[in-house]
């Protein structure tokens, strides 16, 4: 899919939008963002954007801004 035509409205990927993509529980979901902040060596205060995301778990980019409707 080509990239998104317009800027998303934020970058940081939430909880709750790992819960829609994934279908999995609050917990679930906030140890699969530590996985990637562990795994792009962040601390613990740092953000993980929805592309890091993207691209550790091998989703296109354009599909899941689609998918939380921020494009």
């Given at each position: 899919m080509p990239?998104?035509?317009k800027k998303p409205s934020r970058l940081?990927?939430?909880l709750q939008d790992?819960?829609?993509i994934s279908g999995?529980?609050?917990a679930t979901?906030?140890?699969?963002i530590k996985q990637v902040k562990d795994a792009?060596?962040?601390k613990e205060v740092q953000r993980v954007t929805i592309k890091e995301y993207c691209d550790y778990?091998?989703?296109d980019y354009s599909d899941i801004l689609i998918q939380l409707n921020l494009i």
């Open positions: 990239p998104p035509s940081d990927i939430y790992v819960m829609i999995c529980s609050a979901a906030s140890r699969k792009l060596g962040k778990y091998g989703y």
